[in-house]
């Protein structure tokens, strides 16, 4: 195999393991959330919406380095959920717009008069509970996606493995040749 194929199949794996592993951070999440049912809007369950929300987004975005993960397609049944988590993502977890027209989430800054001490509370958005088995379906289904291209991908780069017991980290720098670097 040529060097520009195995650098570009190292890319792929370095992605799709990547993929793998947020998408089982966000599995785990959505059922920290329902075997604690985490219903209110307190800051734990902001937090863990927060990181569903930021984790599962991350396998789709551009990434310097690789590039975007193309062969994770999203299954058409499951597009409304993820569509919905990368908005939420962009306009208001991640990024913020005071008033986008680009998506019906408000990021509303409230004025509360009490007394003499006046104060601002900012609108919490976050995913609804009843959407978080939702979530947990959708990504165990981009985890198995994950799974099966870093198997494919991995056993085409076989042949350079290291052969020794270690931890060895996938090299994505084009400017190295090796594929696997001791740790």
Request: net charge positive; proline share 3%; hydrophobic share 35%.
């Amino acid at each position: 195999m040529s060097l520009s194929k195995i650098k570009e199949l190292r890319k792929e794996l370095w992605k799709q393991a990547y993929a793998e592993n947020c998408f089982r951070y966000v599995i785990s999440f959505c059922k920290y959330i329902e075997e604690n049912n985490l219903k209110d809007l307190t800051p734990l369950y902001y937090s863990l919406s927060t990181s569903i929300c930021i984790n599962y987004s991350k396998p789709f975005l551009n990434n310097w380095g690789v590039g975007r993960t193309e062969s994770l397609i999203v299954p058409d049944k499951y597009k409304k959920t993820h569509s919905t988590l990368i908005a939420l993502r962009d306009k208001s977890l991640a990024h913020i717009d005071s008033n986008s027209p680009f998506t019906s989430i408000k990021n509303e800054i409230t004025l509360i008069i009490d007394g003499s001490n006046p104060s601002f509370k900012m609108s919490m958005n976050a995913i609804h509970y009843e959407y978080i088995d939702k979530i947990l379906t959708l990504s165990n289904v981009m985890k198995e996606k994950a799974k099966y291209w870093r198997e494919k991908n991995f056993t085409k780069l076989k042949d350079v493995c290291p052969r020794l017991t270690g931890e060895y980290i996938l090299n994505v720098d084009d400017k190295i040749d090796e594929t696997f670097i001791e740790k």
